[in-house]
């Protein structure tokens, strides 16, 4: 496993770099998304430098407000075009893996036409991101994609498309947390990873690990059962990056204590 932090797209992004490859963490998630860290906003060869000289590699992610499950064509066809802005960074700066968020939000059409509008983008969105020698994935979010069957007919229909699971996400909109129907789903997809904490409901808190009602024991379990050991973000946002750096230390915790003792980590023992 490998342990990444996401930049803050309203600080300056070569700053953000430089605090993350500081303090100890493998990658960064480089988000691409206003206030001001657009692909017009950021240099990609001060980016390039800094993320050299701290060792951290690059994954991709593109902004989450662009509407590309709009039922209008032509705004799909715009918030595309913004998208493919952001893959042309990425390959200049040899991102090998990126991700694209489903767009759960809708007016009047139904599920199935959002469903099929998101499928529209994503399809196009996978072939010009594996173009430039990448590898797409989706982050699931938002109501009608808490369901499997929904997913699973974009999945179906863009077979490069790999999955991108925040164990947050799948803690929203449901009784209970879902992680593990996602991963008997598409654990063979899984290709990346996004930890925070919440109490459920319908707010994306972005809370400490342990600050919320997820079971991090469980959720790790869930993780190494279907065989995943690659990158994994902390993307918990405070003004007070302890939070952060504590939530890190925790995964790491409970990452290596499972080596150990994986029984103690299923039943979520305090780790320090």
Not at 14 to 27: K, L, M, N, P
Not at 219 to 245: A, Q
Request: charged residues 25%.
């Amino acid at each position: 496993m490998t342990i990444g932090a996401m930049n803050n797209p309203g600080r300056d992004c070569v700053d953000e770099i430089r605090w993350i490859g500081s303090h100890g963490f493998d990658f960064l998630d480089l988000t691409l998304e206003p206030p001001r860290a657009r692909p017009e906003d950021v240099d990609p060869t001060r980016i390039a430098e800094s993320c050299a000289q701290h060792g951290l590699s690059i994954v991709g992610h593109t902004s989450p407000f662009l509407p590309i499950g709009s039922a209008y064509a032509t705004v799909r066809e715009a918030a595309l075009r913004e998208h493919i802005r952001a893959l042309d960074m990425f390959a200049q700066l040899g991102v090998r893996k990126v991700t694209l968020h489903v767009d759960h939000r809708r007016g009047a059409e139904s599920v199935d036409d959002n469903v099929q509008t998101n499928l529209w983008s994503f399809a196009r969105f996978a072939k010009e991101a594996s173009d430039r020698g990448m590898i797409p994935m989706l982050e699931q979010f938002g109501e009608q994609f808490a369901k499997v069957e929904n997913l699973r007919r974009i999945f179906d229909g863009v077979p490069e498309l790999r999955f991108h699971l925040d164990v947050a996400h799948a803690n929203l909109w449901r009784a209970a947390n879902y992680a593990d129907e996602l991963l008997d789903a598409f654990g063979d997809r899984l290709a990346h990873v996004h930890v925070s904490d919440n109490v459920g409901g319908k707010d994306d808190l972005h809370l400490p690990l342990g600050a919320g009602n997820i079971r991090w024991g469980r959720m790790l379990k869930l993780l190494r059962r279907c065989g995943y050991d690659d990158t994994i973000t902390v993307e918990v946002f405070s003004s007070d990056r302890r939070y952060l750096l504590h939530s890190r230390d925790r995964l790491r915790a409970l990452w290596d204590l499972h080596d150990l003792a994986p029984n103690a980590v299923e039943n979520d023992v305090d780790v320090p």
